[in-house]
């Protein structure tokens, strides 16, 4: 019985109708490094944006809010994480600003309201979008909470992108003596 060959760890493994395919290790470390910051910095922006226009909203509501009657079109349950619960509503209705009748989804709502009854909410003048029960508004406050993810994900990128740069000129260092 003869003993198994040494292979050389820099030969292919096999090769395809006469093909061998290289893969460039250190091209696809940069890509993956260089896609890492680019995804962590358009979190951080995209997480700020969705802080800043949430608590926009809110000031709005309470600042500029106007009371409503709102007559429900339709309510639609939510099912909790089992699947076997409701765990609250989606409801819609229609609204009427200025002569004109906006159906919206109703945000805040936590109960099922029947067809055809009236609620009151609270709408922004211009934007009749932004509708919510009143119990929702008095309920919630702009607060600096919503920037701790970005404060996060910002912390991370300001560490991982100088460590990325800084692996990759020791890469290119190392391979260049």
């Known amino acids: 019985m003869t003993a198994p060959e040494e292979s050389n760890p820099n030969e292919p493994l096999s090769t395809l109708?006469?093909?061998?395919?290289?893969v460039d290790a250190s091209a696809i470390r940069r890509v993956l490094m260089a896609l890492t910051v680019v995804v962590l910095a358009v979190l951080t922006v995209t997480f700020v944006l969705v802080g800043v226009h949430k608590n926009a909203q809110i000031n709005q509501l309470r600042d500029h809010g106007v009371p409503v009657n709102v007559k429900i079109t339709g309510c639609l349950g939510l099912i909790s994480g089992s699947g076997s619960n409701v765990s609250g509503y989606i409801c819609r209705g229609n609204e009427e600003i200025d002569g004109h009748v906006y159906n919206e989804q109703?945000?805040?709502t936590t109960a099922f309201f029947k067809r055809g009854s009236t609620i009151r909410a609270v709408t922004v003048?211009?934007?009749?979008?932004?509708?919510?029960?009143?119990?929702?508004?008095?309920?919630?406050?702009a607060s600096a909470n919503v920037f701790i993810v970005p404060i996060a994900l910002f912390v991370v990128l300001i560490v991982f992108a100088p460590l990325a740069v800084r692996?990759?000129?020791?890469?290119?260092d190392a391979s260049a003596t």
């Open 17 to 22: 109708r006469g093909s061998s395919v290289q």
């Open 167 to 172: 692996l990759q000129r020791r890469r290119r």
């Open 106 to 108: 109703i945000g805040g």
């Open 125 to 141: 003048p211009g934007d009749p979008a932004l509708l919510f029960t009143p119990d929702s508004v008095s309920s919630q406050h």
